[in-house]
């Protein structure tokens, strides 16, 4: 295709320049606001084109040197040429930028952004492994894998260990070739870590044998697990010990297995299960709602507060894991139960409680917030989003209901991508 010069007038909220060629939007990947670049189409639409970075003639002066050798073509990391602090002042713009333009609201207050170390902070991960054995990230363009020898946005010793694990899954693949390994995940715990081969088929005992003996032997205190096509996962041997995380603040420790939902970034996690426990004010005797609570992560610290809690979530195996980790932190004031949070009958028992936290999928919570009474509205809630695009939508319909939107901040929970998480509080207006 042909290469093209483009002057970039801004960035969309995923960080890709913005320009025109030839009158027509262009989204270009890997440029930045003010700058001039080569650029190269790499899809077209009928009403914008899609391109990638080439060459930079007039660099902004927030622009860096990518850490990583891949980062040009790796799926992973979309934002490594900014600025790490302008990272964040970016994320916390586009944040104010699309509650005002989707949702036309904004918070009476904006929150200082959340936000940790620049590397080496993500607990979880999962590489793509190729039919040929190649163990790597996906390209931003497509389906090929980019092979990786060091990763520094994972844990150092796991960084460290990536060339072992390649090889080791090189030989699973040769040896166990009907099996079609498809990708390794990798799950690191406070304690102990698990190791997850993904197939299409079952791994022949003695390859297996193999390949955990080749792990376990150079990295240390790890599990092995194996997951055949959606079936569960299978802890297959390693340490004995519990996978778990630690919220010290709470004097809580979370014990979870590969599959389960737990936020990638655990520093960042805990700053923000503070920063939503604070907002949300919980008391004494209270009941508290907290809608799409996974295992627990919000629940149990707010049971801290002698609030009642109640979890609701759409999957039976993780209310399960939250009652379990409840009872093994001695807590008693939380139950669980599911239900489907998409389809929400005006009657739930949650929609009585006296505050609400939400901490919805992409897609949101819209279901939950069209369902809230004006006449029973929640004193507060606040709303833990991993989408703005759909809190920004969500925070209209509150608003409109009669809730003053008092708060919304950044939690960079994914440094060096596009992705940006929020955290937002709503307050009922009347008494």
């Known amino acids: 295709m042909n290469h093209s010069l483009i002057r970039i007038e801004r960035a969309d909220h995923e960080g890709r320049g913005i320009g025109r060629i030839d009158g027509k939007t262009v989204f270009v990947a890997g440029a930045l606001p003010d700058e001039t670049v080569s650029c190269r189409i790499v899809r077209r639409h009928s009403r914008f084109d899609e391109a990638e970075t080439l060459d ?76 040929a054995g190649v163990l790597g990230y996906r390209k931003r363009h497509g389906h090929d894998v980019v092979a990786v020898s060091r990763c520094a946005v994972l844990p150092k010793p796991v960084s460290d260990a990536l060339p072992m694990w390649a090889q080791a899954v090189a030989e699973l693949c040769q040896r166990a070739p009907k099996a079609g390994v498809h990708a390794l995940e990798i799950h690191c715990g406070d304690n102990v870590s698990a190791l997850m081969v993904c197939s299409n088929r079952a791994i022949p005992a003695q390859a297996w044998r193999d390949w955990s003996d080749a792990v376990c032997a150079v990295a240390g205190s790890w599990q092995t697990w194996q997951q055949i096509g959606k079936n569960e996962p299978v802890r297959m041997g390693g340490t004995d ?29 805990e700053i923000l299960v503070a920063r939503a426990v604070r907002l949300l004010q919980p008391q004494a005797d209270e009941q508290i709602a907290d809608l799409f609570c996974g295992l627990g992560n919000f629940s149990l610290p707010l049971a801290r507060s002698g609030a009642n809690i109640e979890g609701i979530e759409g999957l039976p195996s993780l209310t399960r894991r939250a009652a379990a980790n409840a009872r093994a932190n001695g807590i008693k004031n939380a139950r669980f139960a599911t239900a489907d949070l998409f389809e929400v009958a005006p009657d739930a028992a949650w929609t009585r409680a006296d505050k609400i936290l939400l901490d919805p999928p992409r897609a949101g919570a819209y279901a939950v917030v069209q369902s809230l009474s004006r006449r029973h509205l929640p004193q507060r809630l606040v709303y ?32 060096h991508t596009g992705h940006s998480e929020a955290v937002a509080c709503f307050e009922r207006v009347y008494s």
Request: proline share 7%.
């Open 384 to 415: 833990v989003s991993c989408n703005p695009a759909t809190l920004a939508r969500d925070a209209a319909v509150l608003v409109e209901k009669g809730y003053v939107f008092s708060a919304a901040g950044l939690v960079n929970m994914f440094p």
């Open 241 to 269: 010990e519990d996978l778990c995380y630690r919220l010290p603040e709470f004097a809580l420790s979370m014990p979870f297995v590969p599959g389960d939902f737990t936020q990638a970034n655990r520093a960042v996690n």
């Open 56 to 131: 930079v003639h007039q660099a902004s002066p927030w622009r860096v040197e990518p850490f990583c050798p891949h980062a040009g073509e790796c799926g992973g990391c979309s934002l490594q040429h900014l600025d790490f602090s302008a990272q964040v002042a970016f994320k916390q713009q586009a944040l104010e930028s699309q509650l005002q333009r989707l949702g036309k609201v904004l918070p009476q207050q904006m929150l200082a952004p959340v936000y940790g170390s620049a590397k080496h902070y993500r607990s979880r991960t999962r590489l793509a492994v190729t039919s």
